[in-house]
Every structure is written in C-alpha cells, then in structure tokens.
C-alpha cells in the first residue's frame, strides 16, 4: 500500500519533470579491451525531484513506462543525447567510429515513432547514423507486435545499430537473436560479478561471448570493477567492456575532459567520477 502510494507521488512528481527541467544523462565510456581506446558511450537517464534525494532509473523508468511519460521522455532522452555528441564531434574529442548508445524503452515503440524521432535528431544534429546505437531490453524485444517489428525495421533502414541489453537475464533470447538483426549483445553484469571466482560464471560468460562471435555480433560486458575481470573477459575475447573500473556514468559537462585524459586500460589509475 506504502509502495502504491509512493508510486501515485513519483508519478505526479515525474509528470511536470519534463518541465521543470528536471531529467538530464550521464554518459558512460565504453573501451575496447584490446586496444584499451575508448568507443563508446552510454546514455543513462538521471532525475532529481525539485527539492528532493536523486532517484534512480530502475525506480522510476517503470513509472514513466506505465503512466506512458515513456514517449515524452524519450524523445527528450533521444535529442539530448544526439545533441551531445554532436557538441562532443565538434570538439574533435571523439575517437574515429565512436558511438553513442541510446536506452529504448519498448513502451516507445506502442506509439510507433521511435524511427522518426531518430531521423529527426541525427538530421537536426547532422551525426552520422552509424554514429548511433540503440540498446533493448530482451524484454522490449519480446513486445513482438507488427508495430515493433516495423519500428525495428526503419531503424536498421537508417543505419542505426542496434544492441541487445542485459542479455542472458530473460526469456527467448536465442529466438529473437535469430528473428531480429542485432549489430551487438551487451552481457548482463550480472554474469560478471562473480566471474573470477565461480566456474559456472565464467563458463556461462565464455559462452555467450563465443556465440556473439560466431553470429558476428559485437560483445560488451557491463559491470567490470576490478582489474581480475577485466583481464579475464580480455582473455575470452570479449570486445568491449564498461563499468566502474573505467568511470562511473560522467555528467555530460566533465565527458570532454575525460576524453582528453583517457590515457588507455593500463594508464587508468583509480576510479574516475562520483560514487553511486
Ligand atoms: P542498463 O541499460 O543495463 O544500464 C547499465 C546500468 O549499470 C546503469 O545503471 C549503470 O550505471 C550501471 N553500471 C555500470 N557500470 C557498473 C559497475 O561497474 N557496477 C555496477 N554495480 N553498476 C554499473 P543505471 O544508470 O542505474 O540504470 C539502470 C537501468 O535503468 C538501465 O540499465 C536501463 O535499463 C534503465 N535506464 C537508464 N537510463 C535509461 C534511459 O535513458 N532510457 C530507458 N528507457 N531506460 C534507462
Ligand atoms: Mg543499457
Ligand atoms: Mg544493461
């Protein structure tokens, strides 16, 4: 009942968010693990209420979800986030084919103008498609109506990858591997935590790495903390990794400064940004 209510006032609060200027993204690197370059970065959505303690996304993304905020809320995420890495671009920080990857929610598919709202802002930010990733849920991917599968289409049309987050967590996830054309499969952290101390974990993160593999997908691991699980996903061959190791989620004002500091996996010499 506690929890219902609390939900009623994150889902009030959350409504004039948008307004009050309230949301804004944290990016975090993602590194090749061989060359130790950075390629990438993940958009993570960030909300502090007026007056109020941050309150994080696992916490209110479902709101948004349910109360259908989703659509707003995601075109917001979309431009701002393409609107960064044109600033980042022109700067000429960014690394050569480094991307920007974007969290999708498949409540924005019910709508059906995921595609067009991407078009629009690599158009209005003049990026380059390739230069954009989207990453789904297996869960998203499983809203497997003709509106999704149309959505997922235009998207690969434009030239815009498409990555399978926390995958290993859910249900079906071989079938839409083979149903949907994805470009990458991120390894839940979930696989990672342990992987130094428990075969099974190791077993299962080899696995999914040599599968990626043989299907031509890109691999990133999420959640590397420590230097034991970095070097062993380097050595299972794993492509790209992100965690707290590397940084934490960075606020986009302290992204330029990072990538002119990044001295590569061996020059990292402590944990870089705030704790969370
Ligand atoms: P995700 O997309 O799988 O994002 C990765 C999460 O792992 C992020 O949590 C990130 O801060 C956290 N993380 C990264 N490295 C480490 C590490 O080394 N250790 C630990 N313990 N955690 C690490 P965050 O930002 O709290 O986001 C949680 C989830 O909320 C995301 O999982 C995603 O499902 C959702 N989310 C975040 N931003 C967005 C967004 O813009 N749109 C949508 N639709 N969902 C979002
Ligand atoms: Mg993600
Ligand atoms: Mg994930």
């Not at 999704?148 to 249900?171: A, H």
């Not at 999914?208 to 996903?233: D, F, K």
Request: net charge negative.
């Amino acid at each position: 009942m506690a929890k219902q209510t609390s939900n009623r006032e994150l889902e009030q609060e959350l409504a004039l968010a948008l307004e009050r200027d309230e949301f804004r993204l944290e990016y975090q690197p993602q590194v090749d693990l061989k060359s130790g370059d950075i390629v990438g970065f993940e958009a993570l959505l960030r909300w502090r209420p007026a007056n109020g303690r941050e309150v994080g996304p696992k916490e209110f993304v479902p709101i948004l979800e349910s109360s259908g905020q989703i659509s707003q809320v995601g075109a917001w995420i979309i431009d701002t986030a393409c609107g960064h890495w044109r600033q980042w671009a022109d700067s000429k920080l960014l690394p050569p084919g480094a991307r920007i990857a974007i969290n999708v929610s498949a409540h924005q598919f019910a709508k059906g103008d995921v595609g067009d709202l991407l078009q629009k802002s690599i158009e209005r930010h003049a990026l380059d498609p390739a230069s954009v990733e989207i990453e789904l849920t297996e869960s998203a991917v499983m809203l497997n109506t003709s509106k999704t599968r149309k959505e997922l289409r235009q998207i690969r049309e434009l030239g815009i990858g498409l990555s399978m987050d926390d995958f290993g967590t859910g249900y079906a996830t071989l079938a839409y591997l083979r149903r949907f054309r994805f470009d990458t499969l991120k390894i839940d952290r979930s696989f990672v935590r342990r992987i130094c101390s428990k075969k099974k974990d190791m077993a299962i993160a080899l696995s999914m790495i040599q599968l990626a593999h043989i299907l031509e997908l890109r691999t990133v691991v999420e959640g590397i903390e420590s230097p034991g699980q970095l070097v062993s996903l380097r050595r299972m061959g794993c492509d790209i990794g992100q965690g707290h190791y590397f940084s934490h989620p960075l606020p986009a004002e302290t992204v330029p400064e990072f990538l002119r500091d990044w001295g590569g996996i061996d020059g990292v010499p402590k944990l870089v940004g705030a704790d969370t």
